[in-house]
């Protein structure tokens, strides 16, 4: 940014800070102002984003008609989403330079290596790269991108107004929650989204002005539509018909079956989601091929896809264009968000169109097909996110079972449509780990009460199925590719649960107070060690030699004939106990600039067991993470 705009942002803020002292509010108070400009900010971003998805598609796919697009034009669907593959190739590579992939991997990332510091134009980047891709045909959806593109308004934000390092994740959680928010009509989703997967911090400092901006981000949005058409309505992004919930007024005991084995169910889609993502990353950089091409190839298969989907299900099965109509989604059902192919699986009407076994097939086509696109999609370089795709699969995989447990006569009285809605949760929960955000983005963006109690079941099951077949969600996957290993709030309550004497202690080298310093040196030339115990006349621990210790003596050798241990030991060195956790020990090497600690029992104090090294001790918490 230019100087002096920096040095207004600086102004301006000091001028809040100061105010905010006069009103005897703490610093991180200043979030708040923040958290209000990073949501309208957003918003405005939001809107621009899903217009610009929007303008792109209706260009490619509705300027021509029904009947040649899905007729003699069939060999557009290949082109399309190739040359909006090939688009996002070269500008990626060529122009932005922008990371491939789905932008929420990389806002976590910044938020553990970089206290939440990205580059602002990545806001920018995002709206192109994922607006193509999405526009095209990719399979993806437009909620990744919005958090990526969300946090990037947050860091400039951050920048613009010199805010303190400490406090950049926080504000970079403001803006993911804000995009959520707008993009989704889902002020609370977004913000328990972004506590849960992102920030993985629910103390009120990180809460209030994260849900600050997602308000004021859902406000501005709705604000802003009504500018540009004054009869729209910001709605739920699902309709529901009555006929998916008139017969669910309360859950009852005849449904917790059915709903447990939905949740299995989308919990295996989840991993295989999740799997076939690495799978297909690892496929497309192994190429040897430009990587400005590979959106493109992805791109062309999903293409050959939508071909097979046309011709089988519509050409030959039902002797129409497509199973689902045009005009109630204008792409093949599994090309970009699909919401238009989702809103139609609510229906009665959908499934009454089909015989028994055709539905069948249909429905599980449109799952594997959703599958393969959407790692053809961003594991060839697309740019575009996994919740939309994640929302799919869920409403397929819960048709499917919804129609297979109905003419089994098990179904609990809930039809094919209601497995549909709520399975929409239970994959979004197994793909990202995060089950409360999950259940609340079901009930925003259906706007449904009666869903909340089966989602929350449903959604349980999804995520315990997902860690049991597979402990990675598809972000932790990602980062720990990278070499991130992410930690959470239950990583200090394991810290605290493991006791020193579950570790692997050293054998300690002992030494008493008088014995000479020239002895310790002839001791670390032979065996190498380095770390000595000093104990008095006694055989009680008095303190430690340690290796810089020892270098600094050598550096003066004509005065080591005169010193003794007990002249180099660091006396100030605690001896910690078998008993004490691994959260104290953590505190005590933090203290000390020291590798290793004496160990005793807590009976005999001063009676030194063995040396414990910073290795040893994170060694055991790393295991008992992977138990």
């Avoid at 939001?46 to 060999?75: K, T």
């Avoid at 593959?85 to 500008?91: D, E, K, S, T």
């Avoid at 709206?127 to 991108?145: Q, V």
């Amino acid at each position: 940014m230019p100087p002096t705009i920096l040095s207004i942002g600086l102004q301006s803020r000091l001028a809040m800070t100061r105010l905010m002292t006069r009103l005897g509010l703490r610093e991180h108070y200043i979030l708040l102002p923040m958290a209000v400009i990073v949501g309208c900010v957003t918003a405005a971003a939001a809107v621009a984003f899903h217009m610009l998805i929007n303008r792109i598609r209706d260009l490619l796919y509705q300027w021509h008609d029904e009947h040649f697009l899905y007729g003699h034009g069939v060999w557009l669907l290949i082109l399309l989403p190739a040359a909006g593959g090939l688009a996002v190739g070269l500008m990626s590579t060529y122009v932005l330079r922008a990371r491939e992939g789905h932008g929420i991997v990389d806002v976590m990332e910044s938020v553990i290596r970089n206290r939440g510091f990205t580059r602002p134009v990545s806001a920018i980047e995002k709206i192109l790269t994922s607006a193509i891709t999405i526009g095209s045909g990719g399979s993806a959806g437009a909620e990744g991108p919005i958090v990526q593109i969300g946090a990037g308004i947050a860091s400039g934000v951050g920048t613009l107004f010199h805010v303190a390092r400490a406090h950049m994740p926080v504000l970079i959680a403001c803006g993911s929650a804000a995009g959520i928010s707008a993009i989704f009509n889902s002020p609370i989703g977004g913000v328990l989204f972004t506590l849960e997967v992102i920030l993985l911090d629910f103390s009120i400092r990180a809460f209030t002005p994260v849900v600050l901006a997602s308000v004021i981000a859902n406000v501005s949005t709705r604000g802003i539509l009504r500018v540009i058409d004054p009869n729209t309505r910001h709605q739920a992004i699902f309709v529901l018909p009555e006929s998916a919930m008139r017969s669910v007024t309360e859950m009852s005991w005849a449904g917790v079956l059915p709903l447990l084995l939905l949740g299995v169910l989308c919990g295996g889609v989840g991993v295989a989601l999740t799997r076939l993502m690495y799978i297909t990353d690892e496929r497309f950089h192994a190429m040897r091929l430009p990587r400005a091409v590979r959106p493109a190839i992805g791109g062309a298969v999903l293409g050959l896809l939508g071909v097979v989907y046309v011709v089988v299900f519509g050409w030959l099965m039902l002797h129409q264009p497509k199973p689902i109509g045009f005009h109630d989604y204008p792409m093949p059902a599994f090309f970009g968000d699909g919401y238009g192919a989702v809103q139609r699986l609510f229906a009665d009407d959908f499934y009454s169109t089909f015989h028994t076994l055709p539905l069948l097939a249909l429905l599980a086509f449109l799952c594997m097909a959703k599958i393969l696109g959407t790692c053809l999609t961003l594991g060839s370089g697309g740019s575009g996110g996994v919740i939309a795709p994640s929302l799919f699969l869920g409403a397929t995989t819960g048709a499917l079972l919804g129609v297979v447990l109905g003419k089994l006569h098990a179904a609990g009285g809930m039809p094919p449509g209601f497995f549909a809605i709520i399975g929409m949760g239970a994959v979004l929960a197994a793909v990202v780990h995060g089950p409360l955000s999950s259940i609340l983005i079901l009930f925003e963006v259906t706007d449904q009460r009666n869903i909340i109690l089966p989602a929350m079941l449903a959604c349980v099951a999804a995520t315990g199925a997902a860690r049991l077949l597979f402990p990675d969600s598809i972000y932790t996957l990602t980062l720990r590719r990278r070499g991130v290993r992410l930690g959470t709030g239950a990583d200090l309550t394991i810290l605290r649960r493991i006791i020193l004497e579950q570790v692997r202690l050293e054998p300690a080298a002992t030494l008493p107070a008088t014995a000479p310093a020239e002895q310790l040196l002839q001791l670390t030339t032979a065996t190498g060690v380095t770390d000595f115990v000093i104990t008095d006349e006694d055989g009680d621990y008095c303190g430690m030699v340690v290796a810089a210790d020892l270098h600094n003596a050598v550096l003066d050798r004509e005065a080591i004939p005169l010193l003794l241990a007990g002249d180099l030991m660091r006396t100030g060195l605690p001896c910690v106990k078998t008993t004490d956790d691994l959260a104290s020990v953590l505190e005590t090497f933090s203290q000390y600039e020291v590798a290793k600690l004496p160990v005793c029992l807590s009976q005999t104090p001063g009676h030194v067991i063995g040396l414990v090294s910073r290795r040893a001790l994170m060694d055991q918490y790393h295991r008992a993470l992977q138990s």
